[in-house]
């Protein structure tokens, strides 16, 4: 029940603002990607308090759409855990506009941001909405492709929110591009990380996945993260 004693009442249509429900985009990516692969969702209050063990998954994507330094994009007990998953040989895509601006350009988590997830925080925006693909990197095959500048809708049931400030990326030691920036002031906008002696293998975009505004190269996209992952659907067991 809202009360009000304004003469003037707007009525707004969550789905055309930011609805932030935006797991719906990496079901459907995985589930066009890998048809098959389960998939749990759930929130990094459940992470933190203990209810979901990350131990029990082999890969986890994590995003954080335009979270940043306010809402503590990634705190210590979820740095930990996190960095305890890869260590444990999960394999992490974790995405957002501000985790490199939060934890590294604002140091808070500037030794994890840099030696557990592989980059360096260059700068709050390359001032442009397309990516391309490094040439040597997983996406290595893909053409350029747009992140939302919050103009298009994709149909009635949700607004990909504008992308005003995505961080730009310096791969670091034992990482590389995976995506650079395209016109604007340029710059790498994703690094993957090979895990060795056990740990995981490591995506993460200066960009929130969600808003890639071709549903279709959101899947290709996310194909190309699975692969490698080397994460395949489970075999079905043949009848006897």
């Known amino acids: 029940l809202f009360l009000s004693t304004s003469t003037t009442t707007d009525h707004v249509w969550s789905r055309f603002n930011n609805s932030r429900d935006y797991s719906v ?12 692969i389960h ?20 890969s986890v994507v994590w995003i954080l759409g ?26 992490l895509l974790i995405t957002g506009s501000e985790l490199g601006y939060d934890l590294d350009g604002q140091n808070n988590g500037r030794s994890f941001f840099r030696n557990t997830l592989g980059a360096s925080y260059v700068a709050d925006s390359a001032n442009t909405h397309t990516i391309a693909a490094a040439s040597s990197g997983i996406f290595a095959s893909l053409p ?6 919050g ?5 009635l049931d949700g607004q990909l929110y504008d992308v005003s400030s995505a961080d730009v990326l310096s791969p670091g ?6 995506l650079n920036y395209s016109g604007g002031s340029g710059g790498v906008a994703a690094v993957q990380k ?27 996209v ?11 659907p489970p075999e079905l067991a043949e009848s006897p």
């Open 194 to 220: 090979e895990g060795t002696a056990g740990q995981g293998n490591l995506v993460m975009f200066g960009f929130p996945f969600e808003t890639i505004v071709d549903p279709s190269l959101r899947s290709t």
């Open 25 to 36: 985009q990496v079901h459907e990516a995985i589930h066009a990607a890998r048809p098959g």
């Open 66 to 91: 335009r979270e940043s330094t306010a809402d503590d994009t990634l705190d210590s007990t979820e740095q930990t855990l996190v960095g305890q998953f890869l260590a444990g040989g999960g394999n």
């Open 222 to 232: 996310m194909d190309n993260v699975l692969e490698f992952f080397n994460l395949s």
């Open 173 to 178: 030691t034992g990482a590389q591009a995976a």
């Open 144 to 149: 350029d492709f747009n992140i939302s500048d």
């Open 151 to 155: 103009t298009v809708f994709s149909s």
């Open 39 to 58: 998939v749990d969702s759930t929130s990094n209050e459940a992470v933190i308090n203990g209810t979901i063990d990350l131990a029990n998954y082999d």
